[in-house]
């Protein structure tokens, strides 16, 4: 490793340095003190000494950098200059090697923990840890999907931005938009070198950032905040050390992360778009991809209005870590997503997590009906996209069993294909709307916008419960004898017999008829 210029002239900034050298972008591998015979000493060390000691010993060559302390008059002839830094100390010249070796050992110290910490596999977080004190500054990384990754956690930082990604773990639409507005989505994809933000704008302090490019894609994002130490030549010096010891980090997490993706989701895709690879190169490659043969499966669709694709990153992020066996891919503007349960069962919460999934990114997701083969799983797609648009068309509350005020933005094919069968033509539509059962339900929607009642809702409760008066009162907030009461005033309203279950099988299909009206 060597220490640049810029860097020791920071680090030494106190000792009001005036430098002669010319070459900015000089670096040196070590310090020294000024020999007896100057010949013998490295052009890649930093030599101090007196700079009355300078002045009287002209052997010292040419290419050789030196620290100089005063203690006597400047020559009349700056020429002499050539190659020199001058500091104005009360430190003698031993005193100031000594610091100067400090420095040097400070960084090199730095460097050879980080190498270390690369080699026991530490984490990006560690290594972060690690540089707090050497650079002083707010840092933080985030991924593809602007999810937090690692931030300088022993420092403090009063930057709005900052603080909210750090304390949502995540930058919200709020900041990607601010990054829109600021064109930065553009910048960040095509930025190749380490790049400089002065303050204002989407941040409080000048910034240094890097991004990071793998196979042309966006993977992880480096941003260092001056809040602390200001922005300068030999910061940026330091940041660059920082960055390259976590390349080492981002390649590692690149090949662990997108090795076994790239097998199953040309699978994924394969099999989506066709039903005709055989069984034995379906389970072959599915072995290969870490796909469990034989369970329980379910496809997952997922779309979302982020125009910018980063919403969907982080959605696949978090669904892969939420939904136990799931195998997560991205195809144009749709989230993929595969589930397996070996033991058959759906997995637990698994419709829950989803729907506050959704809420949360203001996305919609369709869900296919379970299957047991991975040849079924282009029907399984169909399946899902018929939910998932079911699910994007649903921008009202539906009749449902609890959480009435909610918008559903999951939806399960089992639940919508009847539906989905009624209004899949119009023609259907107008006729079954015409039955006794339909018109009963119009009866009761009119009763309802007359009166101010709850009706046509009571008696689909009231049906879906297997006509349990106490689980539907406990669901209307209403008291259970009059719901027996009130069920028993809408039979009669309508003038059908609620024992029959060919009478309820009838009412319940009017009411998707009814619903897909609605919409």
């Known amino acids: 490793m060597e220490l640049t210029l810029n860097t020791l002239l920071d680090e030494l900034e106190s000792c009001n340095p005036v430098c002669y050298i010319k070459n900015r972008n000089k670096s040196f591998r070590g310090v020294t003190l000024l020999t007896a015979d100057p010949s013998d000493l490295d052009s890649d060390r930093l030599i101090v000494c007196r700079l009355s000691l300078l002045l009287s010993n002209p052997a010292v060559k040419d290419e050789c950098c030196v620290a100089a302390v005063i203690d006597t008059d400047l020559p009349k002839s700056m020429s002499k200059m050539h190659n020199v830094i001058l500091f104005d100390t009360d430190m003698s010249a031993v005193d100031f090697f000594i610091y100067v070796q400090n420095i040097f050992e400070k960084y090199f110290d730095w460097c050879a923990l980080m190498d270390e910490y690369l080699i026991r596999n530490r984490t990006i977080q560690e290594i972060l840890s690690l540089s707090e004190k050497v650079i002083g500054n707010y840092i933080t990384i985030s991924d593809s999907a602007f999810s937090l990754v690692a931030y300088t956690q022993g420092l403090v930082c009063d930057d709005p931005l900052t603080v909210n990604l750090v304390t949502k773990g995540y930058h919200d639409q709020d900041a990607i938009s601010l990054f829109s507005r600021h064109n930065l989505l553009d910048y960040w994809r095509d930025a190749v070198d380490i790049y400089e933000k002065n303050a204002g ?238 018109r009963a339900l119009k009866t009761l929607a009119e009763h309802d916008a007359k009166h101010g009642t709850n009706n046509l809702k009571l008696l689909f409760v009231y049906l879906t419960n297997e006509r349990k008066a106490s689980d539907t009162a406990k669901i209307m907030h209403m008291h259970r004898n009059n719901v027996i009461y009130r069920v028993g005033k809408i039979a009669d309203m309508i003038n059908m017999d609620l024992s029959d279950s060919g009478v309820r099988f009838r009412l319940l299909l009017a009411y998707e008829i009814y619903r897909g009206k609605e919409q």
């Open 201 to 438: 704008g989407i941040t409080k302090y000048p910034m240094l950032g890097k991004v990071i490019h793998y196979n042309n894609s966006y993977f992880a994002h480096v941003v260092m905040l001056c809040d602390k130490r200001p922005l300068t030549p030999g910061l940026k010096d330091v940041f660059k050390i920082l960055i390259d010891h976590l390349m080492v980090c981002f390649e590692r997490q690149w090949i662990d992360n997108n090795q076994m993706p790239h097998v199953y989701d040309s699978l994924l895709l394969e099999m989506l778009s066709s039903d005709t690879i055989p069984q034995d190169v379906i389970n072959a490659r599915a072995r290969n991809a870490g796909i469990p043969v034989k369970g329980t499966f379910w496809l997952v669709k997922v779309s979302t209005d982020d125009q910018t694709g980063i919403m969907l990153q982080r959605l696949s992020q978090e669904l892969s870590a939420k939904l136990p066996g799931s195998r997560v891919t991205l195809s144009k503007d749709i989230l993929i997503g595969l589930i397996c349960n070996k033991n058959g069962n759906a997995p637990e919460h698994m419709m829950q997590d989803l729907q506050e999934t959704m809420q949360r990114y203001e996305s919609c997701c369709g869900i296919s009906d379970p299957f047991d083969s991975l040849s079924m799983i282009k029907t399984a797609g169909e399946q899902a996209s018929i939910a998932l648009s079911c699910a994007k068309r649903g921008t009202e509350p539906e009749f449902s069993v609890g959480s009435l005020e909610m918008i559903p933005r999951v939806r399960k094919f089992g639940a919508v294909y009847p539906r989905y069968m009624l209004t899949a033509s119009s023609d259907i539509l107008r006729t079954a709307a015409s039955t006794k059962a339909s």
